[in-house]
Structures are given as C-alpha cells and as structure tokens.
C-alpha cells in the first residue's frame, strides 16, 4: 500500500474541526461565439449555473470526501447567499456546519464566468471586516463548545474575517487548552500570527509573501525561508506546495549540536529574546495567571485601588484594568470567558472587558479553580459554584487545606479530619465533581499541594520547600497510596502530565518522576527556585538568579533560555510563556 493510501487510511473517521472563512463558489458556464458592440469584451451566452460551498466549507468538504468527518464553524450574513450555503452544507454527508449569521456583513460569493475551458472574469461579493463583539464572542463560543468531540483542529484562513486578531489568539489558547493538535492553512503575510500551531500549509505565494524569500528549487535559498519560518517560533512544522511538489520542514531537533560545534561538546541552550514587553503601572505584586488568551497580573496598588492588569497573550496589549478597595488580590484563575478574582466575595470579570459578570458570598482561601461548567473554592468548606453565574451547586464540609484539582469529572482536595477525640488528621478526598458525592478518602499529608494526571494523584507534605517535606502518590481510581519520596528541604509545587510528575526539591534540583513508581526520569541541576509549568512536552522554570528556563520534558534537556532576573512566575499563556519582575511582564515564544 503506498504512503498516500496509508495516509488516507488513518483519516477515514477522523473528526476534523474546522474554523475559517466560508464563502459561496458561483460558476456561469456558457460559449462565446461573438465579440460587444459596446467594449472590446468577449459575450457569453449562458449555458449552465453551478454553486457550491468555498473556502473552509470546500475543505470540510474535502475531510468529508476523505472519509472524515468534518465540524465547520464559520460567519455569514443574514441574506440568501448564507441561507443557501447553509442549506448546501446541510445536504453534505459528514459535514455538521454550525454557521453564525451576522447581520452587519454579507455573504462572501465569488461568481466565475467560463467559456469553454477558459476562465474569463470572477465577480467578488464580500464584506472582509473582521469579526468582533457579539460575532467574535458567538465563534468562540462554538468552538469551545466542539472541540471535546473532535480528533484535531484546522485553521482555514481566507482573510475574510473570522480569524482576525479578536479571535486568533484566543481560538489557539482553546485549541492548545483541550490539548487538540492545531494544523494552520495561512492568509497572513506575518506567520507569527499563527505562532502556537503544529503544522503550516502555505501555498507558494503564501511561502513567499512571508518570508520574502521565495524558495526557488532546492539549495540555500530554500533554507532560508525554512528559518524565517520555523526559528521564529511560527509553528512545529511546515508543509509548502511548491512546483508540484511537497516542500517540507520540521523545526531543527533542539538537541543537535550548532553547525561548527566541536564533536562530542554540548552546544550552550541559545538565548531567547522576549516577543514583547509590557510595562505594568504601579507594579503588578506577586499574582499572575493565564488562559483564554490573557495574562493576568495583580497585586499593585494604584490610585482606584488595588489593580488587576489584563494583557493580551500574542501581543501584550492591555486588554483592561479592574480595581477594587476590598484588600490585595490573593489568587487568580483565567479562562476562556471569565477571570476569576480570588476576594470575598469571589468575582467573575469578562474577559474581553473586564466588567464584573458576578459575585459569589464565598472565599477563596484555595482556588479559584476552573473546570468545565463550574468554579471550584476552598475556604473551610469547599464549594463548587455554577461558571456562568455564580450560582451555588453544592458545597462539602472538607475543611480543605489544598486548592483542589479537577480531572475527569472528579476533584481532589486536602482537608483536615476531625476525630471524635479531638485529633486532627489530613486526608485525602476524591469527590464527584457534579454534585459532590465523597468517592473515598484516605490519608494524605499534612497541607500541601496537589496535581493529578488522571490515573495518579501527586501530593506533597506542609508548606512549599519546608524541612521535612514528602511527595506522596495515590491511584486515582480508588486512593491506594503508590510511593513517597522524600527530600532534604521538602518539595515544591508539583505538575504532571504524560505520566511523569515534575517537581522541585529545595536544593533546586527539578526532577521528572515516573507517576506510576517514583523512579527518577531525569533530574536537572538548574538551581530552580518556582514551582515549573508544563506546555505541549516543554518544561518552563525560573532559576534562582530570575532567568527563565526551557527543557525537554522527556529528557531534562534545556532547549533554551531567557536571561533577566524575574520574581514572578512563569506561565504559560499560549503562543508564548510569560515572567514578571513586578513591573514589566516579558513574553518568549513557546
């Protein structure tokens, strides 16, 4: 079987989600048998009509062909055009298309007019403004709400709207957030737009106009482009039509030696240089969080009150400041819609203005934490409130001493366990996430900090790099303790993800654990002095000195690094991942 067959095999039943610009294709088929008596212009005498579905909806039609099975989400206008496109897609096998009107643009309708085999003219209707407001926020909206059910994300950009700049960036966060892989077909001529995808399909003239280097046959020129595109941080991989062929590229293998490095010594990790940089008045204090495109520092005290910055993600720009007289912001968590703000009373801003959205009575001693349709707080009890409104679901008397975690629709909390002769003990408790309901506990370690990977529950003893400190691991299914470990100093704040628990003892040593048993993975001198965050196989940390640090997550090795010295963070705030000195927020590509 050749490799296209192959090929075509593995996507037969792919889910394949699809977010671009839709356009309606007209074609007028007719003969020419005579020149216009008005202008020097061919007549063409009408034949045949035929319409079809264009732009993203043609390559949702083209999954669908494949045997995928194709979501299309994109805008038209409130005309005939779009109800005809809409009826259109609705007839095509495989093809589910949720379609938003909008009533301030028309349908995009191209009309080719052919004779014979000749294309003589194309007529263009369109309204090319980008979408934002209520349209970006319907997208959005969609997209969040399809992508549990789909295999893989493409981005279809025709430059017509929908992937404007109000959406991108924050259709990429969601993507990277429900772990999804991203494949981008440009329009851009800047391809940092789409930094953050897995793969680019740029056609020829595409290549060209972003690199201004067309790559013309093989050779140097061709490297080139590959650099312009690849080093900047655009995306994993390439993939260009060019004469017919595929011209192809992955990003350079971070572990290979520079060109000229001595064999057998290390080439130094290379420097990287900050994407942005956002000076952030009256400081930003010690909080910062992201997600939903934002990052989001608070902690200053300015004129109105003690401030919460809202920068975007791909540029920096700030987005809106919320201020309040209540006391200093203790915690954040940021999502896609909402940033929650850890005061009492518990508040839920807009994303995109800032405006209070609600307030909950409750504290957040712990959390917030976000997950699916619900906010999750710990103070003395824990609570679990409705996302979009604030409303209370249903609380537990855990007396909790962690913020809680969430997976699979079960959250995981420490708290403490009064016994009936006055003794306290921590336990360990797996609750539904629905509606509460105690799935077991067991004992756990005194406070701490919790992660979970679905399958093992990490867990480590008292205060972050306290003496004595202990990691702990339990199954998840049922909470029988798997293994501990122990550290001179204790341990940091842990995270998890691929089966391995990553954590830093406070010697500074950041080591990779198998979950499953303990044993040690690999283990990086880096003098680490944060809690290390995790991104699409790439650990980040800040060293003891502020530099912030990249290393493989398979294998300890550090694939670059960013020399300042920072207090605050990292994050990861996808395309980029963001440290803070208290006053200015410094952004790397990913």
């Known amino acids: 079987m050749s490799e296209e067959q192959l090929l075509v095999e593995r996507l037969a039943g792919a889910r394949v989600l699809v977010l671009g610009d839709v356009m309606l294709d007209r074609y007028v088929y007719g003969s020419v048998d005579r020149?216009?008596?008005?202008?020097?212009?061919?007549?063409?005498?009408?034949?045949?009509?035929?319409?079809?579905?264009g732009g993203a909806g043609n390559v949702a039609r083209n999954i669908a062909a494949l045997g995928g099975k194709a979501l299309l989400i994109g805008l038209i206008g409130d005309d005939a055009a779009g109800r005809e496109l809409q009826a259109m897609l609705g007839d095509e096998h495989n093809v589910s298309a949720r379609l938003i009107a909008d009533r301030h643009r028309s349908t995009t309708v191209k009309t080719r007019f052919i004779a014979g085999r000749q294309q003589l003219l194309r007529l263009d209707d369109e309204a090319p403004h980008p979408a934002t407001g209520e349209t970006a926020a319907a997208l959005l909206a969609a997209l969040k709400s399809a992508l549990g059910s789909v295999d893989i994300v493409l981005l279809s950009d025709y430059a017509k709207g929908v992937l404007g700049d109000e959406v991108l960036q924050r259709a990429i966060a969601m993507i990277h957030g429900a772990g999804k892989r991203l494949v981008v077909d440009p329009k851009s001529r800047d391809f940092r737009r789409y930094a953050g995808?897995?793969?680019?399909?740029?056609?020829?003239?595409?290549?060209?106009?972003?690199?201004?280097?067309?790559?013309?046959?093989?050779?140097?020129?061709?490297?080139?482009?590959?650099?312009?595109?690849?080093?900047?941080?655009?995306?994993?991989?390439?993939?260009?039509?060019?004469?017919?062929?595929?011209?192809?590229?992955?990003?350079?293998?971070?572990?290979?030696?520079?060109?000229?490095?001595?064999?057998?010594?290390?080439?130094?990790?290379?420097?990287?240089?900050?994407?942005?940089?956002?000076?952030?008045?009256?400081?930003?204090?010690?909080?910062?969080?992201?997600?939903?495109?934002?990052?989001?520092?608070?902690?200053?005290?300015?004129?109105?009150?003690?401030q919460l910055?809202?920068?975007?993600?791909?540029?920096?720009?700030?987005?809106?400041?919320?201020?309040?007289?209540?006391?200093?912001?203790?915690?954040?968590?940021?999502?896609?819609?909402?940033?929650?703000?850890?005061?009492?009373?518990?508040?839920?801003?807009?994303?995109?203005?800032?405006?209070?959205?609600?307030?909950?009575?409750?504290?957040?001693?712990?959390?917030?934490?976000?997950?699916?349709?619900?906010?999750?707080?710990?103070?003395?009890?824990?609570?679990?409130?409705?996302?979009r409104d604030g409303v209370p679901l249903w609380s537990f008397p855990a007396d909790v001493t962690s913020d809680p975690v969430e997976t699979h629709g079960v959250i995981y909390v420490l708290g403490a366990n009064n016994a009936a002769d006055g003794a306290t003990a921590t336990v360990l408790r797996a609750l539904r996430a629905s509606d509460g309901t105690q799935l077991w506990n067991v004992p756990g370690p005194n406070g701490g900090s919790l992660a979970t990977d679905g399958t093992v529950v990490c867990g480590v003893t008292g205060a972050n790099l306290q003496p004595g400190g202990q990691l702990w691991a339990w199954r998840a299914s049922d909470g029988r303790q798997l293994w501990t470990s122990d550290a001179d100093g204790g341990f940091g704040v842990p995270v998890m993800a691929g089966g391995a628990v990553y954590v830093v003892s406070a010697g500074g040593t950041l080591s990779a654990l198998r979950a499953?048993?303990?044993?040690?993975?690999?283990?990086?001198?880096?003098?680490?002095?944060?809690?290390?965050?995790?991104?699409?196989?790439?650990?980040?940390?800040?060293?003891?000195?502020?530099e912030l640090l990249a290393l493989r997550a398979s294998d300890g090795h550090v694939l670059w690094r960013f020399p300042a010295p920072f207090s605050i963070g990292p994050v990861v705030a996808s395309p980029v991942v963001c440290v803070s000195d208290g006053a200015r927020v410094y952004a790397v590509t990913a």
């Not at 209540?326 to 940033?339: H, N, R």
């Not at 993975?521 to 002095?529: C, E, G, L, Y």
């Open 516 to 546: 499953s048993d303990g044993k040690k993975i690999w283990a990086h001198p880096a003098s680490v002095a944060s809690a290390p965050a995790l991104a699409r196989g790439v650990v980040y940390a800040r060293g003891t000195t502020g």
């Open 197 to 306: 995808a897995d793969l680019l399909t740029p056609n020829r003239g595409e290549l060209a106009a972003a690199t201004d280097n067309l790559p013309r046959g093989a050779g140097r020129r061709l490297g080139l482009a590959r650099r312009k595109v690849l080093v900047a941080g655009a995306a994993g991989a390439c993939v260009a039509g060019l004469s017919g062929a595929l011209w192809a590229a992955e990003r350079p293998h971070p572990a290979r030696s520079r060109h000229g490095q001595p064999p057998g010594r290390p080439a130094p990790p290379p420097t990287r240089k900050p994407a942005w940089i956002a000076v952030v008045p009256f400081g930003a204090g010690a909080v910062m969080a992201a997600g939903g495109g934002l990052v989001c520092l608070a902690g200053g005290t300015g004129p109105r009150g003690n």
């Open 309 to 387: 910055h809202a920068l975007t993600a791909g540029r920096g720009a700030r987005q809106w400041t919320f201020a309040t007289q209540i006391g200093l912001i203790p915690s954040l968590a940021a999502s896609a819609g909402e940033v929650y703000v850890g005061l009492d009373p518990l508040t839920a801003l807009s994303s995109s203005n800032g405006a209070t959205v609600w307030t909950a009575p409750v504290g957040a001693t712990f959390g917030p934490v976000v997950a699916a349709g619900s906010v999750y707080v710990g103070n003395g009890l824990l609570s679990a409130l409705r996302r």
């Open 35 to 53: 020149m216009s008596p008005e202008a020097p212009v061919p007549v063409l005498r009408q034949t045949s009509l035929r319409a079809m579905a």
